[in-house]
């Protein structure tokens, strides 16, 4: 399978712990996006990367959050210090580097923080 | 913030009618694009319309856009229990972020 992949599918964590989820991007793609997704609601934009620059941050993702896209290819969504607000799905998606082109989205990593 | 504002928030039709969604958005676009989730699944992208195209089609689907009004609606015909999903309409900007609403909710009952 081809597609964007999400590692772990599902998270569940303590308050005031750590998470990391990984996202595989459709290989060749150059821009990656990450996505949270509460209930009800439609995705809401956390930040972008154009290869392994990151272009843009919604400020929703406060400084407990973080990504990287080290070489372009996979990119790594960190949590610090997890609160019960953080709990939702993540999504992740990629696209080439082309105006208009469709974004392709993995499965997600649900986090429940507790 | 999420710009685009689908209309209804959910929707209930018998198996073989039309589903007809709206959807609203606020600033200019480079796109709109209409996306389907089933419940706990990830979100698959059904068509996309430039903002200088008024209407597309895609089997079963018929997507219209009027950027006069800020407006686009999702028809999709002949309805399959297999539709029962969320749909969300996405709005790309000048800086190639995707917006989005929060969703119609269909049930389709057999």
């Known amino acids: 399978d081809t597609g964007v992949s999400q590692n772990p599918r599902h998270k569940i964590t303590k308050r005031g712990q750590n998470v990391t989820f990984r996202c595989d991007p459709i290989?060749?793609?150059?821009?990656l996006y990450w996505y949270r997704q509460t209930l009800g609601q439609g995705p809401e934009f956390l930040t972008y990367f154009q290869n392994e620059a990151q272009l843009e941050k919604s400020r929703l993702l406060s400084d407990r959050f973080s990504a990287e896209r080290p070489k372009g290819s996979f990119s790594t969504l960190e949590i610090q210090r997890t609160e019960q607000g953080d709990s939702a799905m993540y999504l992740c998606?990629?696209?080439?580097?082309?105006?208009?082109?469709?974004?392709?989205f993995g499965p997600g990593t649900r986090l429940t923080v507790l | 913030s999420q710009q685009g504002e689908e209309d209804p928030q959910a929707l209930s039709i018998q198996e073989g009618e039309n589903a007809t969604m709206n959807c609203s958005y606020k600033t200019s676009i480079n796109n709109l694009q209409w996306y389907r989730q089933n419940s706990g699944r990830g979100l698959v992208h059904l068509i996309l319309?430039?903002?200088n195209e008024r209407e597309k089609h895609s089997g079963r689907l018929r997507v219209t856009l009027d950027t006069s009004k800020k407006s686009s609606s999702l028809l999709i015909t002949a309805s399959r229990a297999a539709d029962t999903a969320s749909y969300f309409c996405a709005t790309e900007d000048s800086n190639y972020q995707l917006i989005w609403g929060a969703g119609t909710k269909l049930i389709i009952k057999p």
């Open positions: 290989s060749e793609h150059n821009r």
């Open positions: 319309i430039r903002s």
């Open positions: 998606a990629s696209s080439w580097d082309r105006v208009s082109d469709t974004q392709y």
